[in-house]
């Protein structure tokens, strides 16, 4: 059932892009360099070739997963010879990428769901286990369905100046969208079943709107703050040791 919400900007959305916590600011900050570095840059590699892998097509056109990648590329200010250079290497890879979901519990009642590409279930699990044993982490099956809720979620500028919330409910309605929510800075984001994410967010392109951002987020249920400077600084730890691991491609945490 659709909800009529006039909430501000997804509160998950919000504080897995950048929040106003502590523990928020210090992964924005964290990816803004980040988002400097090639590691950053090989891991959109990665899901590109598992993509053209998955769906037997390099053609971004023809590809919408692909063509979602591509742009995240773009918003990361990967340069265009070098998407076109990964396009034509990925066509050709042998490597077969699969993806895998690894939950991890850390301290202080944190928890991790990683999105993982990788040959094999234990070749993924093994360099978590080595980051499991030296900050006492510990494996968490089955919390990213019971801890977690799995949307897809589309922040987009409004298609004119003063275009209100209830405007945007019907095309949120015609697209397929669950919900969708006003942001204090004008934007809109429309929420959706991770099936239908790439579907609505084509639909939503056609009907006008420029789409800011977009992605499938695990939404926690419920966060837990993490307030003394000790902690915040070890749980960043084992966060930076999770997002260094090579097959680790994102991360979502339950994390104030």
Same mark, same amino acid.
């Not at 998955?54 to 056109?61: A, C, T, Y």
């Not at 919408?64 to 396009?87: D, F, G, S, T, Y």
């Given at each position: 059932m659709f909800k009529r919400s006039h909430l501000s900007f997804l509160v998950s959305l919000s504080r897995n892009m950048a929040g106003h916590s502590k523990w928020a600011n210090i992964k924005h900050i964290k990816g803004a360099k980040d988002s400097e570095r090639a590691d950053l840059h090989m891991k959109l590699f990665r899901q590109i070739k598992a993509v053209?892998?998955? *769906?037997?097509?390099?053609?971004?056109?023809?590809?919408?997963?692909?063509?979602?990648?591509?742009?995240?590329?773009? *918003?990361?200010?990967?340069?265009?010879?070098?998407?076109?250079?990964?396009?034509?290497?990925?066509?050709?890879?042998?490597?077969?990428?699969?993806?895998?979901?690894?939950?991890?519990?850390?301290?202080?009642?944190?928890?991790?769901?990683?999105?993982?590409?990788?040959?094999?279930?234990?070749?993924?699990?093994?360099g978590i286990n080595t980051i499991n044993r030296k900050f006492n982490g510990s494996w968490a099956d089955g919390v990213s369905n019971n801890l977690f809720n799995h949307k897809g979620l589309i922040k987009v500028s409004p298609l004119s100046q003063g275009q209100t919330l209830e405007q945007v409910l019907d095309d949120a309605i015609n697209v397929g969208a669950e919900d969708v929510t006003a942001e204090e800075e004008g934007h809109f984001v429309f929420t959706c079943n991770p099936r239908d994410f790439f579907n609505i967010r084509r639909a939503i392109n056609q009907l006008g709107y420029n789409v800011i951002e977009s992605d499938l987020h695990y939404i926690p249920l419920s966060r837990v703050l993490i307030e003394s400077e000790e902690d915040i600084a070890l749980v960043s730890k084992l966060y930076s040791k999770l997002e260094e691991e090579p097959d680790v491609v994102k991360i979502h945490d339950n994390i104030e």
């Open positions: 053209i892998k998955e *769906q037997g097509s390099s053609d971004p056109k023809q590809n919408i997963k692909l063509a979602h990648l591509v742009e995240q590329a773009r *918003q990361h200010n990967v340069p265009v010879e070098k998407v076109h250079q990964v396009l034509k290497s990925a066509a050709q890879s042998q490597e077969d990428l699969k993806q895998y979901i690894l939950e991890v519990r850390g301290p202080k009642g944190t928890f991790f769901v990683l999105e993982v590409l990788s040959t094999s279930y234990l070749k993924a699990k093994q």
